[in-house]
């Protein structure tokens, strides 16, 4: 008998991979900040968490190491700096993640409206 949290689990690895292969490549396959291009990271700017931006390309940033949890100016220990190296260098992916940041919200807002309706 197959195991369905095993496939499941299989599945969601398989295509953690893939989003993290197409998110260096979008960033030639070095860091978006000094282009370092060995130890390369794949980081999520919205949590992958939410379901809805998971495996989305354009929610991830290649990261060296450094720029990625290490340092002080990375995207783990400095949001606020994060997000203005997304607005300046990368402002269509700020723009396009900013949208996606709302439109999320406002989905959670609604269903927790609709699930207190029901009580």
């Given at each position: 008998?197959?195991?369905?949290?095993?496939?499941?689990?299989?599945?969601?690895?398989?295509?953690?991979?893939?989003?993290?292969?197409a998110?260096?490549?979008?960033?030639n396959?070095?860091?978006?900040i000094?282009?370092r291009?060995?130890?390369?990271n794949?980081?999520h700017?919205?949590?992958?968490?939410?379901?809805?931006?998971?495996?989305?390309?354009m929610?991830?940033?290649a990261?060296?190491?450094?720029h990625?949890?290490?340092g002080?100016?990375?995207?783990?220990?400095?949001?606020?700096?994060?997000i203005?190296?997304?607005k300046k260098?990368?402002?269509?992916?700020?723009?396009y993640l900013?949208d996606?940041?709302?439109?999320?919200?406002?989905?959670r807002?609604?269903?927790?409206?609709e699930?207190?309706?029901?009580k």
């Amino acid at each position: 008998m197959v195991n369905k949290k095993k496939l499941l689990k299989k599945e969601k690895n398989k295509k953690d991979k893939e989003w993290a292969i197409a998110v260096k490549e979008r960033f030639n396959n070095g860091c978006a900040i000094c282009n370092r291009k060995d130890y390369l990271n794949a980081h999520h700017i919205i949590p992958r968490e939410f379901a809805e931006t998971r495996w989305d390309s354009m929610n991830g940033v290649a990261v060296c190491p450094v720029h990625h949890k290490l340092g002080n100016f990375s995207f783990h220990k400095n949001g606020l700096w994060a997000i203005n190296v997304l607005k300046k260098k990368y402002p269509e992916m700020h723009d396009y993640l900013v949208d996606k940041i709302c439109t999320i919200e406002i989905d959670r807002d609604k269903e927790s409206l609709e699930k207190l309706e029901e009580k």
